[in-house]
């Protein structure tokens, strides 16, 4: 039964608001709110004050991805980004990473790549050789970012992780404004985000992959060991 | 990012005529705080983006479904992400590991009466009241916003009967809604 009295029924439909309420009573609330503009506009005025309680945390950055996805959820996915994924399947079919020991592959990703990228677009690119803490004979991952500023990241180990941990990637351009999530990381299998995602690189920029809890970290930082770690390189300004 | 200046009403209203750009625009106001009570609720990043992204779906689709004379548009967002994470967390069957740590801490800040006896009611904010309740009143509701835990799991997460959790709930918010009233 719903009380009458509006102070009862606001308390009633502030538990609801809450989500405290069990059934029946929370469908019956639920119906009250759909088919009465008074309880309906208490069932907001509850949720209003409580963004007083949601605004007491900070915000956390979505992955660069989650954009991404809800356009396509949401069927826009714009010519520019499908110009981005040809020219990713393109990249990836040539299997360059695979074919060389990871020194080599270093190498030839240094003399080649912004020459080939030139003529497309006119930024700057950059790579970054991110490797273990520590032991800089072991290079584990490589950044590239060509002139168009979409990044690249390419696996030349392929790691076993605990079962109950993800991957993460991480960026940081500024110590004062933390660490940025790129997202996750399936182990030993690359990925490539737009200039849109993420936005302008510089010289100097940090890269790392963490170890995290499954689904990633629960903060708006890294909280597990860094698995690899580089900053990036100019490798050509046009 | 309270965004006290952001025409959530406005926007909402462009959403659902259809602009796409209104729905970037949002999405770039809002989707950093959304997800930070998401996360908070959900306890996992990766499930947190994806209750984001299901409850941002649902603001574009029913966008033509807001109505400013009822409420808010902010508290109408945060309505549809706080379902949908609470949907997520009554389908788990396990509660995830949390660090209440910051929960502990605004359940033991407590204000005296004459701090707020300046403040006219219309200004006061649910931190504020939530700040004159005695703690047992007030860390239960602390508990069902920012874990989304049931009357039950809040009774079993503070070791006190049933009846008598779900008594101080009804109490608080009988006092909150007193202390907010304008």
Not at chain 1, 220 to 225: E, I, S, V
Not at chain 2, 37 to 56: M, N
Not at chain 2, 69 to 77: C, E, N, Q, V, Y
């Amino acid at each position: 039964m719903i009380p009458q009295a509006p102070e009862q029924r606001r308390a009633l439909i502030g538990e609801y608001v809450l989500g405290l309420l069990e059934e029946p009573e929370a469908t019956e609330v639920r119906e009250l709110i759909e088919h009465d503009r008074d309880a309906a506009s208490m069932a907001l005025e509850w949720e209003r004050h409580l963004l007083d309680l949601a605004d007491a945390l900070p915000a956390q950055t979505p992955s660069p991805a989650l954009w991404q996805r809800l356009q396509q959820s949401l069927g826009w996915q714009s010519s520019v980004d499908q110009a981005d994924s040809s020219l990713a399947r393109w990249w990836n079919s040539l299997g360059l990473w695979r074919l060389t020991s990871a020194g080599l592959a270093l190498l030839v990703l240094l003399s080649w790549l912004p020459g080939v990228l030139r003529d497309s677009a006119s930024g700057p690119s950059y790579t970054a050789v991110l490797q273990v803490p520590g032991e800089s004979a072991r290079p584990g991952w490589v950044i590239t970012v060509d002139a168009s500023g979409t990044l690249h990241l390419e696996s030349l180990v392929a790691d076993q992780i605990p079962p109950d941990n993800s991957v993460q990637f991480w960026t940081l351009i500024d110590p004062k404004d933390g660490p940025r999530s790129l997202g996750l990381i399936e182990p030993g299998k690359g990925v490539t985000l737009s200039a849109e995602q993420i936005g302008a690189v510089q010289a100097g920029q940090l890269f790392e992959l963490t170890l995290e809890p499954k689904g990633g970290s629960p903060l708006n930082r890294p909280t597990g060991p860094v698995l690899y770690i580089g900053r990036a390189v100019l490798t050509a300004s046009n | 990012m309270s965004g006290s200046e952001f025409d959530y009403e406005g926007t909402l209203e462009a959403c659902a005529g259809g602009d796409r750009a209104a729905f970037k625009r949002l999405y770039q106001q809002e989707a950093g705080q959304l997800l930070g009570l998401a996360i908070t609720l959900l306890g996992r990043r990766d499930q947190a983006e994806d209750c984001l992204h299901d409850a941002l779906l649902k603001v574009w689709v029913n966008a033509d479904r807001f109505d400013r004379s009822l409420g808010s548009g902010r508290a109408w967002i945060y309505s549809i992400l706080r379902y949908r994470a609470l949907n997520q967390l009554r389908g788990r069957k396990q509660l995830v590991a949390s660090n209440d740590g910051f929960i502990n801490y605004m359940a033991d800040e407590t204000a005296q009466a004459e701090e707020l006896a300046d403040a006219r009611s219309s200004a006061r904010q649910l931190r504020d009241c939530l700040r004159l309740l005695e703690r047992p009143r007030r860390h239960p509701i602390l508990l069902a916003f920012y874990r989304g835990l049931t009357h039950d799991q809040i009774a079993a997460r503070l070791s006190a009967p049933l009846g008598t959790i779900k008594g101080r709930i009804r109490a608080g918010l009988r006092a909150l809604q007193e202390c907010l009233q304008p």
